[in-house]
């Protein structure tokens, strides 16, 4: 069996067959105003990994984007919150375009 992304967790595995899932966590966005009722399941090996991977697949999703989410985090079958701000750090790209008609003489 080839590699490739996982179709239930989505993370990148060189050979599916050898993959095992990460366990499964319950995701709400605070501010939004979300119950547990709106949870979204995200697969993670943490807590904060959860939290930080909801809120990827969210600004992904949602046009507005958001730099800073509080959310709640509970590991599924489990009854214990987490609660956390994620932060996004944004890369910063750099693009050279040539002037075409230059005023500067070097
Ligand atoms: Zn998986």
């Given at each position: 069996?080839?590699?490739?992304?996982?179709?239930?967790?989505?993370?990148?595995?060189?050979?599916?067959?050898?993959?095992?899932?990460?366990?499964?966590?319950?995701?709400?966005?605070?501010?939004?105003?979300?119950?547990?009722?709106?949870?979204?399941?995200?697969?993670?090996?943490?807590?904060?990994?959860?939290?930080?991977?909801?809120?990827?697949?969210?600004?992904?999703?949602?046009?507005?984007?958001?730099?800073?989410?509080?959310?709640?985090?509970?590991?599924?079958?489990e009854s214990?919150?987490?609660?956390?701000?994620?932060?996004?750090?944004?890369?910063?790209?750099?693009?050279?375009?040539?002037?075409?008609?230059?005023?500067?003489?070097?």
């Amino acid at each position: 069996m080839k590699g490739g992304f996982c179709p239930k967790c989505d993370d990148y595995s060189f050979d599916l067959n050898k993959h095992t899932c990460p366990p499964a966590y319950e995701v709400i966005f605070y501010d939004s105003g979300e119950g547990w009722e709106d949870a979204q399941t995200v697969y993670a090996d943490s807590h904060e990994k959860a939290a930080e991977k909801a809120t990827d697949i969210a600004n992904c999703r949602d046009a507005e984007y958001s730099t800073r989410e509080k959310v709640c985090v509970r590991k599924v079958g489990e009854s214990e919150v987490k609660v956390f701000t994620v932060y996004v750090d944004f890369v910063p790209e750099y693009k050279a375009d040539a002037d075409v008609e230059s005023e500067v003489t070097p």
